[in-house]
């Protein structure tokens, strides 16, 4: 993430919190499914199938189909809005949150989950560049790979410093999970509004200040 100003790593790890916070309501919600962290649900829908619970497979499968609908609906609001135009993307995440928290709170819960997964998705187009994630932000495997790789880049004589952006990643990620966790329960599905108000509010500071600087 050497590419990335201090603004630009504060942000992803608010992004990554929110991501936690938000995978962690749908995690018990859906009772052991992710809504942000595909790689658990991949492994649930290979598990399904060798064991014959096609419903949990059949769960698992749709979940990943529409966060890669989420990522192809972020990378196009991306690639319209402009790649450093990050409010856009954040301001449509927001808006899939607001109408998941509001679908889920009058029952409509099969597509207010939709929505989240579809929030999740698009969250990961926030720092895309030609086309391609620059930052991931819903996942933490390749940042705790590089976090490793860092640290063994400043024991041989690297940067010394050059691994804490991947840290802050995934401490993002787990204190958001955290804190999603304990909004969960003690207020059921109402915590998600608490990620599309933080979100809203991040694009709406986004957005002033990329207008400001042009």
Do not use: C
């Not at 989420?70 to 319209?80: D, S």
């Not at 790649?83 to 009058?106: H, N, P, Q």
């Not at 790979?145 to 995934?170: C, E, F, H, N, S």
């Not at 809203?200 to 042009?214: D, N, P, Y």
């Amino acid at each position: 993430m050497k590419d990335y100003g201090k603004n630009d790593i504060a942000l992803a790890a608010a992004l990554s919190g929110v991501a936690g916070y938000v995978d962690a309501i749908g995690f018990l919600k859906l009772g052991g499914f992710f809504v942000s962290f595909m790689s658990g649900n991949s492994t649930r829908l290979g598990v399904g199938l060798a064991t014959g619970h096609l419903e949990a497979a059949l769960t698992a499968l749709v979940l990943i189909a529409l966060f890669v609908a989420g990522v192809v609906l972020g990378a196009l609001v991306a690639n319209r809005a402009g790649e450093g135009r990050r409010a856009m993307v954040m301001g449509l995440e927001a808006l899939l949150l607001a109408t998941a928290a509001g679908l889920i709170s009058l029952g409509h819960d099969p597509v207010g989950v939709a929505a989240m997964v579809l929030a999740m998705g698009a969250e990961n187009a926030v720092f895309q560049r030609n086309g391609d994630v620059g930052v991931g932000l819903t996942y933490m495997t390749g940042a705790l790979v590089k976090a490793g790789q860092r640290i063994a880049a400043a024991l041989t004589g690297g940067d010394r410093w050059a691994w804490g952006p991947y840290v802050m990643l995934w401490a993002g990620l787990t204190l958001g999970g955290a804190l999603g966790a304990l909004a969960y329960l003690r207020l059921g599905v109402l915590a998600l509004w608490g990620a599309a108000t933080v979100l809203a509010g991040l694009a709406l500071f986004r957005f002033v200040r990329e207008r400001s600087l042009g």
